[in-house]
């Protein structure tokens, strides 16, 4: 491939080209939506699996989150240098492919080393994805026009974190009715089902959607050199050391929840695997689309009236009480408790996906946000998601016992976890507003 590719395709209309990006956008949409059913489906399936294939509760938060979040976050910063260097459709074809050939092989595994394996396959696949997508969103659509599509797209990640587990319910229900007829267990099924779609939308992005050139000229946009970044770094060690170390210890609480949420249900509830789908998944959609609608308008209408920090007080006191919601999950022995509390404490835990993004673009430089944003979302990976299922699940195995026992890990890592974030983001509000401030002066002297 060559490393500075333009697109030889023939000018379109301006009409024209805002449809085709549009077009371009829903196959990104769909894709990033199918991303997270064939990286969210283990956690539905994980009763079924460990059974099968005899693998510990720790075993499985290791492949749920340790052996993806690790390989997810190291090759994606590798990756994204590849993205800006080469043809980026025919790189997220290649990743769409391998994630989806690896869900289905997953369906076959005969042990925890082969299903670690092509975890680790679905983890590099879908670390294109969204830096491609994003880079192509920028020169798919002018300037101007790039908030909506580019909102639309992460909005995808508030839906489908929820979302993914109605339409692994659903797939679930499918395969245990195909079961007798293909000789196969509903896992294995389930795992061929959702890995399909992939698959078949990859050879329609390549096809229909010519990579875009690229967007200015690049050779005159100043970007901090990595001596400026590192410095810049330690001037703002308070305030960004707290965000990411918060953002982990949320990481770990939300990421465990979603893993072992379903499995609470299943084993201690008496649900069904199908069921406990669309009910974790009913509640959490439901809850994050009206979060994602709420923080960002309280958070403006307090600013409006002169609270400087009204950003960092809201998240704040939104991850608090997520917290405190979410350890009430993990030990209630009422599943009607269980669902309610599951849906406020997303409602809460909404705010971290929608502020802090929002928080970065207020008060870090425009030329260090890429790698600020890069670096939040590595530290949510390596340890929220590393950490957390696994983590819960030891607790778990070694501490409790019973149907309730990966509840009872669960709620031990909310408080510990919990507090930690809510202090480290409570200490960064002087800092925030220093940095708001000299924030506002670079622009005002622009």
Same mark, same amino acid.
């Given at each position: 491939?060559?490393?500075?590719?333009?697109?030889?395709?023939?000018?379109?209309?301006?009409?024209?080209?805002?449809?085709?990006?549009?077009?371009?956008?829903?196959?990104?949409?769909?894709?990033?939506?199918?991303?997270?059913?064939?990286?969210?489906?283990?956690?539905?399936?994980?009763?079924?699996?460990?059974?099968?294939?005899?693998?510990?509760?720790?075993?499985?938060?290791?492949?749920?989150?340790?052996?993806?979040?690790?390989?997810?976050?190291?090759?994606?910063?590798?990756?994204?240098?590849?993205?800006?260097?080469?043809?980026?459709?025919?790189?997220?074809?290649?990743?769409?492919?391998?994630?989806?050939?690896?869900?289905?092989?997953?369906?076959?595994?005969?042990?925890?080393?082969?299903?670690?394996?092509?975890?680790?396959?679905?983890?590099?696949?879908?670390?294109?994805?969204?830096?491609?997508?994003?880079?192509?969103?920028?020169?798919? %659509?002018?300037?101007?026009?790039?908030?909506?599509?580019?909102?639309?797209?992460?909005?995808?990640?508030?839906?489908?974190?929820?979302?993914?587990?109605?339409?692994?319910?659903?797939?679930?229900?499918?395969?245990?009715?195909?079961?007798?007829?293909?000789?196969?267990?509903?896992?294995?099924?389930?795992?061929?089902?959702?890995?399909?779609?992939?698959?078949?939308?990859?050879?329609?992005?390549?096809?229909?959607?010519?990579?875009?050139?690229?967007?200015?000229?690049?050779?005159?946009?100043?970007?901090?050199?990595?001596?400026?970044?590192?410095?810049?770094?330690?001037?703002?060690?308070?305030?960004?050391?707290?965000?990411?170390?918060?953002?982990?210890?949320?990481?770990?609480?939300?990421?465990?929840?979603?893993?072992?949420?379903?499995?609470?249900?299943?084993?201690?509830?008496?649900?069904? $695997?199908?069921? $406990?789908?669309?009910?974790?998944?009913?509640?959490?959609?439901?809850?994050?689309?009206?979060?994602?609608?709420?923080?960002?308008?309280?958070?403006?209408?307090?600013?409006?009236?002169?609270?400087?920090?009204?950003?960092?007080?809201?998240?704040?006191?939104?991850?608090?009480?997520?917290?405190?919601?979410?350890?009430?999950?993990?030990?209630?022995?009422?599943?009607?408790?269980?669902?309610?509390?599951?849906?406020?404490?997303? %409602? %809460?835990?909404?705010?971290?996906?929608?502020?802090?993004?929002?928080?970065?673009?207020?008060?870090?430089?425009?030329?260090?946000?890429?790698?600020?944003? $890069?670096?939040?979302?590595?530290?949510?990976?390596?340890?929220?998601?590393?950490?957390?299922?696994?983590?819960?699940?030891?607790?778990?195995?070694?501490?409790?016992?019973?149907?309730?026992?990966?509840?009872?890990?669960?709620?031990?890592?909310?408080?510990?976890?919990?507090?930690?974030?809510?202090?480290?983001?409570?200490?960064?509000?002087?800092?925030?507003?220093?940095?708001?401030?000299?924030?506002?002066?670079?622009?005002?002297?622009?």
């Amino acid at each position: 491939m060559p490393a500075n590719p333009v697109a030889a395709t023939a000018p379109l209309e301006p009409g024209h080209r805002l449809a085709h990006a549009w077009y371009a956008l829903g196959i990104f949409m769909l894709l990033y939506g199918i991303s997270y059913i064939d990286r969210l489906i283990l956690s539905l399936l994980a009763p079924a699996v460990s059974a099968q294939l005899h693998i510990s509760d720790t075993q499985m938060g290791v492949l749920i989150g340790l052996g993806f979040g690790v390989l997810y976050s190291l090759t994606g910063l590798p990756l994204a240098h590849l993205i800006d260097r080469r043809r980026r459709i025919p790189l997220v074809v290649t990743g769409v492919v391998l994630w989806s050939i690896c869900t289905i092989a997953s369906a076959f595994a005969p042990d925890f080393t082969w299903l670690m394996i092509f975890r680790s396959g679905v983890a590099i696949g879908e670390a294109v994805l969204s830096p491609a997508a994003i880079s192509l969103i920028a020169d798919l %659509f002018p300037r101007k026009r790039r908030t909506l599509p580019t909102a639309a797209y992460t909005g995808v990640s508030a839906v489908m974190y929820s979302g993914s587990y109605i339409a692994g319910g659903a797939a679930l229900q499918l395969a245990t009715g195909m079961s007798a007829q293909l000789a196969l267990e509903p896992w294995q099924i389930t795992l061929m089902l959702v890995g399909l779609p992939g698959l078949l939308l990859a050879p329609l992005l390549w096809i229909t959607v010519p990579e875009p050139p690229r967007v200015g000229d690049v050779a005159s946009e100043q970007f901090a050199t990595a001596s400026e970044a590192v410095a810049y770094l330690k001037r703002k060690r308070m305030l960004y050391g707290c965000l990411f170390l918060g953002n982990a210890m949320v990481g770990m609480v939300n990421f465990a929840m979603a893993s072992w949420t379903p499995t609470l249900l299943i084993r201690a509830h008496g649900m069904e $695997a199908s069921h $406990a789908g669309y009910a974790f998944g009913t509640v959490g959609l439901v809850s994050s689309l009206i979060g994602v609608m709420t923080w960002p308008a309280l958070v403006k209408a307090w600013t409006d009236r002169g609270r400087r920090d009204a950003l960092v007080l809201v998240f704040t006191m939104a991850l608090t009480a997520s917290w405190i919601c979410l350890s009430i999950v993990g030990l209630t022995r009422s599943t009607i408790t269980l669902l309610v509390l599951a849906g406020i404490g997303t %409602f %809460f835990s909404a705010a971290m996906g929608v502020l802090v993004p929002l928080l970065i673009q207020m008060v870090t430089p425009g030329r260090m946000r890429a790698r600020i944003m $890069a670096l939040y979302l590595t530290a949510g990976n390596l340890v929220g998601l590393a950490a957390g299922p696994p983590l819960a699940a030891l607790f778990g195995e070694k501490l409790f016992e019973g149907p309730f026992a990966i509840g009872s890990g669960l709620a031990l890592l909310v408080l510990v976890a919990g507090p930690v974030a809510t202090l480290s983001t409570w200490a960064m509000r002087r800092q925030y507003r220093t940095a708001l401030a000299e924030a506002e002066a670079r622009e005002a002297a622009a």
